[in-house]
């Protein structure tokens, strides 16, 4: 395909599905549904889900997740995904195989040498001119008040060497973990809900020329710039949130990237773009 084609094309849906949780998400199945339409409407190349898709992380909710975004898992060079803290609530290394055993069509590196701590950091080389980073910011935690999440020091340790590496270089680095590095306002979440060293990952993607950092973990969708970096923030929010539905579209252009937020029609009952 020619590159001029290709950047023709909307690039990219990133997304954060997050079911089980009574009323406010009573419409999820449909929502899912309409958020499948409008991938295959809008020529979306490549999906990104950046975790949350249970609220217990119970092996029959990843199934039943699964099953229901299975049509934008095909194919598997497509999407790329991370688990949510909800996907792994249960017990770190049940529900971490719980999590792999569903997603595992989808949980591969086209640089595995990178690797560290088992299956992290993967990273796509998304056509000629995208690369996608994902690392694993989700942990269990044993303790209601407590959802926070930490990406592991092997995984940031390894980012240097990623971000070096010539099949990455020139290529737009969409870099994507489920926690928020910075809240709507810029501010930092707290330490009891987000990413306790931010900091660090923050620091790490001062090597990205250009690219976009994506997270989910946050039931608002939103964008925020990082001060000092070549890559924003986006928060993709939760597709099915009753009343708070949303995710981003990127398409990727020689300049950068355009986003545009999608929002759910609730009379229509479809997704469109947010005029
Ligand atoms: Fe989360």
Redesign the pocket.
């Known amino acids: 395909m020619e590159w001029k084609e290709w950047f023709s094309k909307r690039a990219v849906g990133a997304i954060n599905l997050l079911r089980g949780r009574g009323k406010i998400f009573d419409d999820a199945r449909e929502k899912i549904e309409a958020l499948i339409r409008f991938k295959e409407a809008n020529n979306i190349d490549l999906v990104i889900n950046t975790?949350?898709y249970t609220a217990l992380g119970l092996e029959s909710e990843l199934k039943e997740a699964r099953l229901l975004v299975d049509p934008l898992m095909h194919p598997s060079e497509n999407f790329i995904t991370v688990p949510?803290?909800?996907d792994i609530y249960v017990d770190e290394v049940k529900s971490h195989s719980f999590f792999f055993e569903q997603f595992r069509s989808v949980l591969y590196s086209d640089m595995p040498e990178y690797c560290r701590g088992g299956h992290w950091p993967l990273i796509r080389l998304a056509g000629p001119h995208v690369g996608v980073i994902a690392l694993n910011s989700a942990r269990p935690n044993p303790w209601p008040w407590m959802?926070s999440g930490s990406i592991p020091q092997e995984q940031l340790d390894v980012l240097d060497e990623i971000l070096a590496d010539d099949r990455l270089r020139g290529r737009f680095i969409f870099i994507i973990t489920?926690y928020a590095p910075l809240l709507a306002d810029g501010t930092s979440d707290t330490r009891l809900h987000g990413i306790i060293n931010a900091e660090r990952f923050l620091d790490k993607c001062r090597l990205i020329q250009s690219g976009a950092i994506l997270c989910?973990?946050v039931h608002q969708t939103y964008h925020v710039p990082a001060n000092g970096l070549n890559c924003d923030i986006y928060c993709a929010g939760s597709a099915v949130t009753e009343g708070n539905e949303g995710f981003w579209v990127y398409e990727v252009e020689e300049a950068g990237v355009k986003a545009k937020r999608i929002r759910w029609n609730k009379a229509e009952r479809l997704f469109i773009v947010e005029p």
């Open positions: 975790g949350d949510g803290n909800h959802s489920h989910g973990h």
